[in-house]
């Protein structure tokens, strides 16, 4: 089946860095990628849409300046989440939906996650 | 706008009893039906879905029925293993690969042996 790979698994950081996140799908192209937050014991709030060749799309409230998505080629796009403070800290996921020939239905694949610690 | 609710957690329960996990609901048109399940420090992994009307999704002993009279995507499985321990959530989107996908609030089920 369809596979996204996302790297690192586990970053920590110091406070005032920046840090790059990157989600890649590895046997399919994907137009369109999905970047979520999960914060300890909730679920899954979407940050932004990244389309490859356009700026993203960003949902209410969050900081497309802090939160920094570049989607550079069909299996690749990329979160930086920039001058990051402890607040920032958190599980970061992506995910991408294939495209099916006949534009049928298809399922999401999610990264293995990015555990981000802001010291 | 499209919105999921899924009951409340965490559950617990024994090692072989049914498990039910409510999830409802609201959406224009007709729009594809999911659950994801989420293992300890892991990413989501889709455990079974649905794309119309009274279909019904399976996948290692979990059954959900896609009711649209409901409004509802209900999880089951008859017996439950302490493997099954994880957060499971239900979510829903349109059949596009550029539509993004709304999930509920997430379920957390731990099996006790």
């Known amino acids: 089946g369809a596979v996204v790979s996302q790297h690192p698994s586990r970053v920590i950081c110091k406070s005032g860095t920046s840090v790059k996140i990157e989600c890649r799908s590895l046997?399919?192209?994907?137009?369109?990628m999905f970047w979520y937050r999960q914060f300890p014991k909730k679920s899954l709030m979407l940050m932004a849409t990244?389309?490859?060749?356009?700026?993203?799309?960003?949902e209410q409230g969050v900081e497309k300046d802090k939160f920094l998505i570049n989607h550079a080629s069909l299996t690749l796009s990329t979160l930086t989440v920039t001058s990051a403070h402890p607040e920032d800290s958190s599980f970061y996921i992506c995910?991408?939906?294939?495209?099916?020939?006949?534009?049928?239905?298809?399922?999401?694949?999610f990264g293995q996650g990015t555990r981000l610690t802001v010291v | 706008g499209n919105s999921v609710t899924q009951m409340e957690g965490p559950v617990t329960l024994s090692e072989e009893a049914f498990l039910t996990i409510n999830c409802t609901y609201t959406?224009?048109?007709?729009?594809?039906l999911f659950w994801y399940v989420q293992y300890p420090g892991e990413g989501l992994q889709l455990l079974l879905k649905?794309?119309?009307?009274?279909d019904k999704g399976s996948n290692k002993g979990f059954e959900a029925t896609y009711r649209k009279e409901t409004t509802s995507f209900h999880l089951e499985k008859g017996s439950v293993q302490v493997s099954d321990s994880a957060v499971y959530f239900c979510a829903l989107s349109r059949y596009s690969s550029a539509s993004k996908i709304i999930f509920g609030s997430g379920t957390r089920l731990s099996i006790r042996p």
């Open positions: 046997d399919f192209q994907a137009t369109t």
């Open positions: 990244s389309n490859e060749g356009s700026k993203a799309t960003y």
């Open positions: 995910s991408a939906r294939p495209q099916l020939r006949d534009r049928g239905h298809t399922e999401a694949f």
């Open positions: 959406a224009t048109g007709y729009p594809s």
């Open positions: 649905a794309t119309k009307a009274d």
